[in-house]
């Protein structure tokens, strides 16, 4: 390196020192002022009436210097009076400066404020600290003036030091008022003393509640022992809140207040405010709840109980209501989309709810739920694709909620309506995404309740995997795509096998968590038992989906194959986890055992057996076996092998150009050969059968294939990148035995083609 390289090297080594060393010094400057800010924030009034009391006590303290200042200034009776002129003068124009303040900053905040609610008007504009500020204001003014009957000598000091710190204290108490001015028109201030001014009210009421449960409580009975199933009601406060039934009223007023904000700033464009009135009305009923406290009684489907209606949370979730029609009707999807957000909030507020029993459902958060979606079933017929999207999640969030604080089968509902919603997609091509958010979301509740520590979820998990099979059954009507699937890509989160954030692929991962958890962890045994429940009966749905995907000749239907085979390995997996119990792993593989057998359900004409085997369907049945031989599951892999070997006589009748018989007997022979000699047996056996079958394949099929076999047999070892799952078996099986196997398959397929 050369010495102009080496000094070029050096400054801009430097150079990026001192740049280090600058951006260092900022972020301590960023720091300091974030704390300086934060400090302020909390203490900033605290330590200026602090600096203002230590100077006045000072001035004061320092008074008799001034005193002798001011004798031997004013020593005389005539500059005496023109000290009275000058206090009296200053005092006046204060009360005149006090009175044009007051009126104008007064009527300056009318204007601003007058345009929301009339109760909320008058709130305002009654602000005791703006109101008491004026009124101290004029009492300084006054009090100024008046101390010009006191100029006597002898109290020139402190005449003095009271004209000057009342006319400093006017001049804060100005500005002071020019900022809570500034304060109650700001809409987002005044929400905030809306939402103040109905806690403390709540307040006041629980403490009224309390003061009265002496005069309302009811002796109990020692010797009643309490059961679980028993309620723990306030009773007491129960019937305080009923003999006090407008106790709310200031808090529905509260609400009204709100919601016109939401709407009135929303018609205005903004959707800042909007959204923060929204905000108010949720921390409004969270106060409201804490409030009431275990006085909320919940729905019983056997006894009509008129407790368990809550006028308050009925009033609140029918403005939203409303809310969200003026939103559809002027085309606001901002201001539909921050209502069905405040929806969705009150769902999780509403789960807080203390019933008294363990037992109770969650009858408000159901009910809000039960607004929620019908709003978002409202803008359906809008066009507001992006709004339906936002819809889609909140209703898959409120269902997971549901599901972590309730009963499983809570969640049938919002899973319903989100694949209803998902169906549009089928009918409007611009509401495809609709459905596949749709998709996401049932896979997400899917998951959800295999994660579940709740033990029945098997009407849940039904009811979920139902839904799923309407929104593929319809949209697979659509007509797919010839180059890239739209069904498979709609319909992907569910069914993809590619996607990590498929359902599959996050199913994998649960499994492989199973497997290595120890034999004792409660946590994988619920999974394990969850998981079983939601494969019972798994098979049913999927052979409809196969057979329908077929029908539409979608390519689907290789996602369906695919995410068959997956299923089944994952079945397997987690019933040799040492974790699963011996009952458990024998429905996990019998659940395995029926649904790889939905593949069997395949037509067997020519067009379909061609369409299929596009998708690899041997390759899939070989790997299939493969898999379950490995995880010792033999009998399973003997079945699978024996649907294998069906394929290939099925696939093997026509000429398809896949080659499908020859490379079956393939595969069924490197498979039959991981089971010994007698595997190997049943397969000849098999085989001999099939070829006698009525169905066998055609004799120039057979002459064919033997041929190929024959070839295969010959060649066995032949390098490379094996692409296909069954050339990777033969590559790595015993050719010393393979090769004769084949060479008898060929046998008995075609003794003439042998020269």
Request: charge should be negative; charged fraction near 20%; hydrophobic fraction near 45%.
């Amino acid at each position: 390196m050369s010495v102009t390289d080496s000094i070029k090297s050096a400054i801009t080594r430097g150079k990026k020192a001192f740049f280090r060393r600058v951006a260092t010094l900022w972020q301590y400057v960023y720091r300091a002022q974030y704390w300086i800010g934060g400090w302020k924030y909390r203490y900033g009034g605290l330590a200026f009436a602090s600096v203002l009391a230590l100077f006045t006590a000072t001035s004061f303290y320092w008074s008799p210097e001034l005193q002798k200042i001011l004798e031997a200034r004013y020593s005389t009776e005539q500059s005496i009076v023109g000290l009275r002129s000058l206090i009296q003068n200053v005092g006046t124009a204060l009360i005149g400066a006090a009175a044009i303040v007051t009126s104008l900053v007064l009527f300056a905040m009318q204007v601003n404020i007058e345009r929301m609610p009339h109760g909320l008007f008058r709130r305002l504009s009654a602000d005791r600290r703006l109101l008491s500020a004026f009124a101290l204001t004029f009492l300084l003014a006054i009090g100024t003036a008046t101390l010009s009957t006191f100029t006597e000598q002898s109290l020139l000091a402190h005449i003095v030091l009271s004209a000057c710190w009342a006319i400093i204290l006017i001049i804060v108490l100005f500005l002071y008022a020019y900022r809570r001015a500034l304060v109650l028109i700001n809409p987002l201030q005044q929400l905030g003393i809306l939402i103040n001014d109905t806690r403390r009210e709540f307040r006041i009421w629980q403490r009224r509640a309390k003061r009265a449960m002496p005069l309302l409580e009811q002796e109990e009975n020692a010797d009643v022992t309490l059961s679980p199933m028993d309620s723990s009601h306030d009773l007491a406060r129960t019937t305080f809140f009923q003999i006090n039934n407008r106790w709310t009223d200031g808090a529905k007023r509260a609400i009204q207040h709100a919601m016109s904000f939401a709407q009135r700033y929303a018609e205005q464009g903004d959707h800042e405010v909007s959204g923060a009135s929204l905000n108010a009305v949720i921390g409004i009923n969270a106060a409201y709840i804490d409030s009431k406290g275990k006085t909320f009684y919940a729905n019983n489907p056997f006894i009509d109980n008129p407790l368990a209606s809550d006028g308050f949370i009925n009033d609140t979730l029918e403005h939203l209501r409303k809310n969200i029609q003026s939103g559809i009707a002027r085309r606001d999807e901002q201001q539909i989309e921050q209502t069905l957000q405040a929806m969705a909030a009150l769902v999780q507020v509403y789960l807080g709810i203390d019933y008294s029993s363990q037992y109770a459902s969650k009858s408000h958060a159901h009910l809000a739920a039960g607004y929620l979606a019908g709003a978002i079933e409202s803008v359906v017929p809008h066009n507001m694709a992006d709004v339906l999207l936002e819809g889609q999640r909140l209703m898959g969030n409120s269902a997971q909620y549901l599901l972590a604080n309730g009963n499983p089968e809570d969640i049938a509902t919002l899973s319903e309506k989100i694949a209803m919603i998902a169906c549009t997609g089928c009918a409007r091509e611009d509401y495809r995404p609709v459905t596949m958010e749709g998709m996401t979301q049932l896979a997400d509740l899917t998951f959800a309740l295999l994660r579940s520590g709740n033990h029945d979820i098997n009407f849940a998990v039904g009811e979920v995997r139902q839904d799923v099979a309407l929104v593929v059954k319809l949209f697979l009507k659509v007509p797919d795509t010839p180059l890239s699937s739209s069904h498979s890509t709609y319909l992907g989160p569910y069914y993809s096998s590619t996607s990590t954030q498929s359902l599959r692929a996050r199913l994998t991962t649960l499994v492989n968590a199973i497997s290595d958890a120890e034999s004792d962890n409660e946590d994988a045994q619920t999974a394990i038992l969850n998981i079983e429940r939601w494969a019972d009966g798994i098979y049913q749905t999927e052979k409809e989906l196969l057979l329908e995907a077929i029908k539409a000749k979608s390519h689907f239907t290789f996602d369906v194959i695919h995410w068959i085979a997956g299923i089944t390995e994952i079945l397997l997996a987690v019933s040799n986890a040492a974790v699963c119990d011996d009952h458990t792993r024998d429905e996990l593989q019998k659940h395995a055992r029926w649904l790889i057998a939905t593949l069997t359900w395949i037509p067997d004409d020519k067009e379909t057996v061609t369409f299929i085997e596009n998708f690899q369907m041997t390759e899939t049945l070989f790997e299939a076996a493969i898999d379950a031989h490995n995880r010792g599951c033999d009998e399973i892999a003997k079945e699978i092998g024996e649907i294998l070997l069906s394929w290939t006589f099925k696939g093997g009748r026509y000429q398809t150009g896949w080659g499908v018989l020859e490379r079956g007997l393939c595969g069924a022979a490197v498979f039959a050969l991981m089971g010994g000699d007698e595997r190997t047996t049943e397969l000849l056996t098999s085989v001999e059968a099939k070829l006698s079958d009525e169905s066998a394949p055609e004799q120039d099929i057979r002459d064919r294939a033997a041929r190929k076999i024959r070839e295969r047999s010959a060649t066995l070892y032949r390098d490379g990148h094996w692409s296909s799952r069954i050339e990777m078996g033969i590559a790595h099986a015993d050719h010393e035995e393979l090769r004769p196997l084949l060479e008898e398959i060929a046998q008995r397929l075609s003794p003439a083609s042998a020269h």
